[in-house]
């Protein structure tokens, strides 16, 4: 029985934060404040509740927890997929209940779960390093390809002590880093430091931590396309910030015209909000427009003169699909204008996610971090820390994504042949469904120039917008949720990436197998005959 | 002229008040006098495979399977693959709805929340729910998400935390802008807590207009590692129930038990066994992760956490944060479900994955004992055992001549020493003020990890190191040569 020491009572009140000193060393890390009141004007966040409500039973409850988790939304994984979830438990008891036989899940980018298969050398490499016992067996060479042996070892001697089950630095392995360094200056033309790199669990964390670090207070904004992909949404509410929108241009292919970011600029400015960053996704999500490049350039320099730091959102850089655009990184725009660490803050996120690889699993990115101070350099080295390192096999994939076979490598045939495999289906299957959709009465689609979305513009009747109102219901989610009990088919209502206001869109995802496509087009088509029967004015 | 972007001073203030001295000086100054080629030894941070212990074969067959699924078709997979490590590696795949590059239910993968329910099952004796487990991308990231949802502000849904901590704790709350109310761990208790003084801490706290909302318990601790007794837990639960606290118990070391009078015992064990109304009442939140135990797999990313009388709009919105990271990486959670339904009596790989557990948990148990009795037989040290986890923290008691020169060097003393450590052997520990510490008492913590041939030799090195440090900042007096 442990004895316990009644110790002197002791006003043990810390506060985490300190008042600003201006060296933030290594100091002790909890100072005992005997009787310092508690700094109220640094907040960042009041409640309208006054603390816990003393009659509740449970501290942790929906009236007690972070109000910004209440105000934060992310549709992708939101409400019609849920719904979707209990219609395919039921499904499997109640086959005939229902006029489809399997939903179809359109609501998100996750090609391997539609059978998309993986990049063969890629998982080579990663069983190999997965279980590096294998490299010691004459057997293995039956079994696996030459190269990919031979870059697992590579991989393997860039790892200490070869250990892949161990913490690497936080920033990611150095070798791995390198070879990233080495595939962006190909990419582009143009060095990267491997010291700029942080190798993040897939691309989001990376925006997490760019999202701490440039949001102190509600009076911070951050500039995001509308459409949006909602990580920005919901990260800004996360951190307690203001999102300022910026709304791209549907009828001119979702063109981003800087007059529009000047204008939603001077309009936060004059609400005292201060910009901190332009958030764009190129190619774009939902959008899947690619930007070309003089639109880039201005874009640059508006984030220069401006003071802004640039978030590119370059996740899909190789998914375009359309022979007059190209994809170019920020990152070379901005270098091929002379502009250099000093002139521009530009932060670039790229992951294993998306492209041909589809590795959504693996969760592996990185964000190529330029143009900053060493000091600021350092919080995020720090914050990163926190975390200790992201998962090893993703910093493998995303190596291997970024340094894939070369000609002359054995495996170089399978591995373009794969690769082009998908994207050109990828391509097929964006203009089929595009096609299809702009059949449909009162529908106007936008093609698929990148990414894996479309996402198309409904025209819904009066009586429509009505029965929603009616069913408490935004009147693109009443469409959805129609949709799905009719055909089984998942998408997302435009309001979970905001859209113009009195517009409506759902965004569908160009990833079910290429022989689905047919019957998905003609499920799609019968109901939205059907839906337009019953709602035409 | 440009204006600045992002510079310094405009930088959010809770990153610059946030310290994780895990990775912060000690580390960076190691890490650049390796690159200047000096031998150096990482004892900073639990991470048992960079010192050279072997992942375990069976997980990682089963996992390598996974990854290259197209091994399965080979009809020659059986020659360097056990049947057991295949009907595995199929079992997962079929778990999944795409293999391990799909993005999983954000909660993790249905199949595998159900084995860890199982696994907390039949460790504790009570029914486990696989909805209120969810897995995540490492426990830190866990912590970090329930952290998130608990702090409101500064004065509100502040955490009680012990000290010394793990500074995950302390860097996450200042990331978020919360406060930290500390409760000192009694060193010449064993690591003890008295339960009155945190009544009290709470009771001033909330005189001040503070809603303290959540306690942290870490058991085994780090870097402490004393391994909490029923009675103890038991205490804290009703002083949880008390005051309405959530506890979070943080059980990534409950494989890491070096002796025998306090085996491990969950917290939702104690609390089902006290019943009703606890047992209804009080909310608790369990932590564990693939990183530690004898399993060492840090680099997977690999943990989850276990929610107890959390309501289901609450575990809602838990739910809708976990989605906007889409899902945890589907290898580590293979590698949970592996570590919660290991290789059983009559499985094939099921003696090599005895051996290997055991080789390494009874080494570490001796690696535990030489490194208490090592920093023990120095003059000016003294260190409790180390029950549990993977570290240990001894005291070194600073003459103040020590101190004195650490002050003109700008450092605090433990950093200081442990620079100088550094600096003479190549040892990399991390300073006790990283962890918290009481007024004017030193500690550092170093792990138990380096291989067990050459722990003699790293204790021989710090006792040398510490007696030239004593001889030159000593009084001459007290602190004599051994």
Redesign the interface.
């Known amino acids: 029985?442990?004895?316990?020491?009644?110790?002197e009572?002791?006003?043990?009140?810390?506060?985490?934060?300190?008042r600003?000193r201006p060296h933030?060393?290594?100091?002790?890390?909890?100072s005992?404040l005997a009787s310092d009141p508690?700094?109220?004007s640094?907040?960042?966040?009041?409640?309208d509740m006054t603390?816990?409500d003393s009659s509740s039973?449970?501290?942790?409850?929906?009236d007690?927890?972070?109000?910004n988790?209440?105000k934060?939304?992310?549709a992708?994984?939101?409400e019609i997929v849920n719904i979707a979830q209990k219609l395919q438990d039921d499904l499997k008891i109640n086959k005939d209940a229902y006029p489809f036989d399997e939903i179809i899940y359109c609501n998100?980018g996750?090609?391997?779960?539609?059978?998309?298969q993986?990049i063969?050398f890629f998982?080579?490499v990663?069983?190999?390093c997965?279980?590096?016992?294998?490299l010691d067996?004459d057997?293995?060479h039956?079994?696996f390809s030459a190269d990919s042996i031979a870059r697992a070892w590579k991989i393997l001697d860039q790892i200490?002590?070869k250990?892949?089950?161990?913490?690497?630095h936080?920033q990611g392995i150095k070798g791995l880093r390198d070879a990233i360094a080495a595939g962006i200056e190909a990419r582009d033309g143009f060095p990267a430091d491997p010291n700029d790199i942080f190798m993040t669990?897939?691309a989001?964390?990376g925006v997490h931590m760019m999202m701490?670090?440039?949001?102190?207070s509600e009076k911070d904004g951050i500039l995001c396309p509308i459409p949006q992909y909602?990580?920005y949404s919901?990260?800004i509410a996360?951190h307690g910030g203001s999102l300022v929108p910026y709304y791209l241009d549907e009828a001119s292919g979702w063109g981003l015209e800087i007059s529009e970011l000047k204008k939603q600029l001077e309009d936060a400015k004059s609400k005292g909000i201060t910009v901190?960053?332009l958030a764009v996704i190129n190619p774009g999500n939902p959008t899947g427009q690619v930007l070309s490049e003089e639109n880039q350039r201005d874009i640059v320099d508006f984030?220069?003169?401006?003071?802004?730091?640039l978030l590119a959102d370059e996740v899909y850089q190789e998914n375009v699909y359309v022979p007059d655009k190209k994809f170019h990184s920020f990152k070379k725009v901005a270098r091929s204008m002379g502009y250099g660490e000093k002139?521009?803050?530009l932060v670039s996120f790229q992951s294993i996610?998306k492209g041909y690889y589809?590795?959504?699993?693996?969760?592996g990115g990185y964000m190529e971090v330029t143009?900053?101070?060493s000091?600021?350099r350092e919080?995020i080295y720090?914050?990163a820390?926190?975390?200790?390192?992201?998962?090893?096999?993703?910093q493998i994939l995303a190596s291997l994504v970024m340094s894939p076979p070369k000609p002359g490598d054995e495996s170089y045939e399978s591995y373009i042949a794969e690769k082009e495999g998908i994207l050109s289906s990828m391509a097929r299957r964006a203009k089929t469904l595009e096609e299809a959709l702009n059949k449909l009465e009162g529908i106007t689609c936008n093609r698929a120039e990148g990414a894996m979305y479309l996402f198309p513009c409904i025209n819904l009747p009066k009586k429509a917008i009505a029965a929603a109102e009616a069913a408490k219901t935004a009147p693109d989610t009443f469409y959805c949720k129609r949709l799905l009990n009719a055909t089984g088919i998942v998408v997302v209502p435009g309001s979970g990436f905001r859209q113009v206001p009195g517009t409506w869109h759902f965004r569908c995802t160009i990833l079910p197998q290429e022989d689905k496509i047919p019957a998905i087009v003609n499920r799609l088509t019968e109901f939205h005959k059907s839906f337009m029967d019953e709602f035409r004015d | 002229m440009?204006?600045?972007?992002?510079?310094?001073e405009?930088?959010?203030?809770?990153?610059?008040?946030?310290?994780?001295?895990?990775?912060?000086?000690l580390y960076l100054r190691a890490s650049e006098l390796q690159k200047e080629g000096k031998k150096i030894i990482f004892t900073n941070?639990g991470?048992?495979?960079?010192l050279?212990q072997k992942?375990l074969?069976f997980p990682?067959?089963v996992?390598?399977?996974c990854?290259?699924?197209?091994?399965l078709d080979?009809p020659?997979?059986g020659?360097?693959f056990p049947a057991d490590a295949i009907a595995r590696a199929k079992h997962y795949l079929s778990l999944?709805?795409?293999?391990?590059?799909?993005?999983?239910d954000?909660r993790g993968l249905p199949g595998v929340r159900k084995e860890v329910a199982e696994f907390i099952q039949r460790r504790d004796g009570y029914p486990s729910d696989p909805e209120l487990i969810f897995l995540t991308?490492?426990a830190?990231?866990g912590v970090?998400q329930i952290l998130?949802?608990?702090?409101?502000?500064?004065?509100?849904?502040v955490i009680l935390v012990p000290?010394p901590q793990y500074?995950?704790y302390?860097?996450?709350?200042?990331?978020l802008?919360?406060?930290?109310?500390?409760?000192?761990l009694?060193e010449?208790?064993?690591w003890?807590?008295?339960?009155?003084?945190l009544r009290?801490?709470v009771a001033?706290?909330r005189s001040?207009?503070?809603?303290v909302?959540?306690m942290v318990i870490i058991n085994p601790g780090n870097p402490t590692g004393q391994c909490l007794?029923e009675?103890?837990l038991r205490e804290i639960l009703k002083f949880c129930c008390d005051e309405?606290?959530?506890l979070l118990g943080d059980e990534v070391y409950q494989q890491n038990i070096y002796q025998d009078e306090r085996p491990f015992i969950s917290s939702k064990k104690v609390l089902m066994d006290m019943g009703a109304p606890l047992s209804k009442?009080v909310?608790l939140i369990s932590f564990h992760t693939v990183?530690k135990g004898y399993w060492?797999?840090?680099?997977?990313?690999g943990g989850y956490f276990e929610m107890t009388?959390?309501?289901p709009?609450?575990v809602e919105?838990?739910y809708?944060?976990a989605?906007?990271?889409?899902?945890?990486?589907?290898?580590?959670q293979i590698f949970m479900g592996l570590m919660v339904s290991p290789p059983k009596p009559g499985d094939i790989s099921y003696d090599q994955f005895v051996r290997e557990s055991k080789g390494i948990l009874e080494s570490l148990r001796r690696r535990a004992r030489i490194m208490t009795d090592g920093f023990n037989s120095c003059k000016n040290v003294v260190c409790n055992f180390t029950e549990g986890a993977m570290y240990s923290f001894p005291q070194i008691k600073l003459p103040p001549k020590a101190i004195q020169a650490a002050k003109q060097a700008?450092k605090?003393p433990d950093?200081f020493y442990c620079l100088k450590l550094l600096e003479a052997t190549g040892i990399s520990t991390v300073?006790g003020?990283?962890?918290?510490q009481k007024?004017g008492v030193f500690h550092l913590r170093t792990t138990i990890l380096p291989a067990e041939e050459e722990m003699p030799e790293i204790m021989e090195s710090f006792k040398k190191f510490n007696d030239e440090f004593m001889s030159q900042y000593g009084d001459n007096f007290g602190y004599s040569r051994m």
Do not use: W
């Open positions: 029985m442990r004895r316990f020491v009644i110790g009572a002791k006003n043990l009140i810390d506060q985490t934060r300190r600003p933030h060393n290594n100091i002790r890390l909890l005992l508690i700094p109220v640094s907040s960042r966040f009041f409640s603390g816990s039973s449970l501290p942790v409850t929906l007690s927890i972070n109000p988790v209440l934060c939304e992310y992708v994984r939101g998100i996750n090609p391997q779960s539609l059978s998309q993986p063969t998982r080579e990663l069983a190999l997965s279980h590096t016992a294998l067996r057997e293995t039956a079994l200490p002590g250990a892949t089950g161990a913490y690497s936080s669990d897939g989001s964390p701490q670090l440039l949001i102190s909602p990580l919901a990260s996360l901190r960053a984030c220069k003169k401006e003071g802004l730091v002139d521009i803050s996610s589809g590795e959504c699993g693996k969760r143009g900053f101070t000091d600021v919080q720090k914050v820390s926190v975390n200790l390192c992201s998962n090893i096999s993703g | 440009s204006l600045k972007a992002l510079d310094y405009t930088l959010n203030e809770n990153v610059k008040n946030c310290q994780y001295a895990v990775r912060g000086e941070v991470n048992p495979h960079a050279g992942p074969t990682r067959q996992v390598a399977l990854q290259a699924p197209f091994l080979n020659n997979v020659m360097i999944t709805s795409g293999g391990l590059g799909a993005y999983s954000s991308d490492g830190s990231k970090m998130n949802c608990i702090i409101r502000n500064q004065k509100d849904g000290v500074p995950l302390s860097a996450t709350i200042s990331l802008g919360g406060t930290l109310v500390p409760y000192y009694e010449t208790d064993n003890g807590l008295d339960v009155n003084n009290q801490s001033q706290a001040q207009g503070i809603t909302r959540a007794s009675a103890n309405r606290l959530v009442e909310q990183s060492g797999e840090c680099g997977q990313r009388n959390i309501p709009r609450t919105e838990i809708k944060v989605s906007i990271a889409l899902s945890p990486n589907v290898s580590a700008g605090v950093v300073p003020s990283g962890f918290g007024e």
